[in-house]
């Protein structure tokens, strides 16, 4: 980026275009960071191998000479992989390269058990993307203020096979020995790597949960980062603004949720100010985030770092795609997820925070599609599906391709409370009903007797009795005071159980007020 399009005010100020160019500025310091993420790409058997890549299993099950690594043992490349890498890129907005290699990275660790990885590294899968993610500034407490676009430079997206795992809890004699599940290795990876991109831990944290949005929504990756497939690492720099330098940087790892990336990237940004404004340098090195003490440690210094020494495999041939795969895969890939949230912006006028709200998984949005084409309430139904539908959804742990209430039938219980045949707070009772039960919105009203008063009569009576319960408070609204309609509406809806119709008792109540 840049340095000259940068502009900058003394404390936190996001300033230039909003989009390429955007600084948050701390006490003159502008933060510098690049991401790398490693999802684990959602195929049955591991990259190399037919071992199955399922999860929990008994370890070391789910091994064969190939993901042992014993002499002898050749690699086959497993196409499923390719298919998902190459969803996820095209999705992330990246140019998928025809032609890439594998390439042997040397290291040795008890859970890389050949002493080398297979990975990519000169010519990757594929590169130079640019995705735009939508970010806002957060006030103190963390709550969006305004979002705007901000594009994404990512560099790479390259396939690899993931290690083993040292296990050192829950066996016998873990404080004398260290034990090895090689079940993960050989589980096919797509690292995606970005340019130094973010200039603060919020931009940061809206790209890692737009990436995981995206790989869930195009099938590529579960990207639950609680279960592992799904992994962080930062490189953080701070310079002094306008500088256009990087500051030396240092990598995170162990980052393993989203909050826990955004501490230590906060952490860091403070320890390097604190050393730098008193004169000290900093080193290049690896640091853990430890959260249970809520600080970086040094895990390795630059002099320590590996060489890797990257050589082509020379058991796999060169990856060459076909364009025509390339364009079978773009094209079964379905609306992107910001796509369809500007498209449900504009088509059924909601705010962006419902928006993206229904947009957050595909399945709720298809859930809310297909209920808008039974019932033509767009917004009610929003508002529906967000809070009571969510709520019952979240409680109950399943998807909304999984909810007990199918979206015709809660389009069903929309236009019955829309129609004034039942209230909005009995609309809730009746949802919670139907979820439980599976029954229709027609059923479990007959069943339970609901009946929506709309009676202007009956209603009537309630008013009266209210004006005469509040004289204060009509002598206010008399007087001038009409914002205590509402408390009367409130009144009256209480008064009836909840069963009044509101329309008719706004109505009678401006009739009575008068
Ligand atoms: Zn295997």
């Not at 997206?157 to 090895?180: F, Q, T, W």
């Not at 737009?210 to 579960?222: D, K, N, P, Q, T």
Request: hydrophobic share 35%; charged share 30%.
């Amino acid at each position: 980026m840049g340095a000259a399009a940068e502009q900058f005010s003394s404390r936190l100020a996001v300033c230039g275009d909003l989009g390429i160019g955007t600084v948050q500025m701390n006490n003159g310091w502008e933060t510098v960071i690049g991401l790398e993420i490693h999802a684990q790409l959602s195929t049955e058997s591991k990259i190399f191998c037919g071992c199955s890549t399922r999860f929990g299993d008994e370890p070391n099950s789910n091994t064969c000479p190939v993901c042992l690594g014993l002499p002898g043992a050749l690699p086959v490349l497993n196409m499923r992989a390719v298919e998902l890498g190459a969803r996820a890129a095209i999705a992330l907005g990246l140019h998928i390269n025809e032609r890439s290699i594998f390439a042997r990275k040397n290291y040795f660790y008890p859970d890389l058990p050949k002493g080398y990885q297979i990975s990519q590294y000169d010519q990757p899968f594929s590169s130079h993307g640019e995705l735009e993610i939508m970010t806002a500034l957060r006030d103190d407490a963390g709550h969006p203020k305004d979002w705007f676009p901000k594009k994404i430079r990512i560099t790479r997206l390259h396939l690899e096979e993931d290690a083993g795992k040292n296990v050192h809890e829950g066996l016998p004699d873990v404080d004398r020995y260290s034990y090895i599940d090689l079940n993960r290795a050989g589980t096919p990876l797509a690292e995606i790597v970005t340019e130094p991109e973010f200039r603060s831990s919020w931009e940061a944290h809206d790209y890692v949960n737009h990436v995981r949005r995206v790989l869930r929504w195009v099938g590529a990756s579960e990207a639950d980062m609680e279960k592992g497939n799904l992994r962080c690492e930062a490189n953080v720099s701070v310079r002094r603004a306008g500088d256009d330098r990087f500051g030396t940087k240092v990598e995170l790892k162990n980052l393993n949720s989203v909050r826990f990336m955004q501490r230590a990237i906060e952490y860091e940004v403070e320890r390097h100010i604190k050393v730098l404004e008193s004169g000290g340098t900093l080193t290049q090195e690896t640091r853990l985030w430890d959260e249970r003490a809520g600080e970086t440690r040094t895990m390795r210094s630059k002099e320590e770092a590996h060489d890797y020494r990257y050589f082509p495999e020379p058991d796999l041939s060169p990856l060459v795609l076909a364009r025509e795969f390339i364009d079978q895969v773009r094209s079964s890939i379905p609306e992107l997820p910001e796509v369809r949230r500007r498209r449900f912006s504009e088509q059924y006028g909601l705010s962006y925070s419902d928006a993206s709200q229904l947009t957050a998984d595909r399945s709720l949005a298809d859930y809310y599609e297909r209920a808008v084409a039974t019932s033509g309430n767009a917004r009610g139904l929003a508002n529906w599906i967000r809070s009571e539908l969510v709520r019952e959804l979240d409680t109950a742990g399943v998807t909304a391709s999984d909810s007990p209430i199918p979206p015709e039938e809660l389009a069903r219980l929309i236009k019955l409370i829309d129609e004034g045949k039942i209230s909005g707070k009995q609309g809730k009772d009746v949802l919670v009903e139907m979820f439980k039960t599976r029954k229709g919105a027609a059923a479990v009203v007959a069943e339970q007797g609901m009946v929506q008063m709309s009676d202007a009569k009956e209603i009537d009576s309630i008013i009266d009795s209210v004006l005469d319960a509040n004289p204060q408070q009509l002598a206010s609204y008399r007087s001038g005071k009409e914002a205590l309609l509402g408390f009367f509406v409130g009144q009256v809806m209480k008064a009836s159980s909840g069963k009044a119709n509101p329309k008719v008792v706004n109505e009678r109540l401006r009739e009575k007020l008068k």
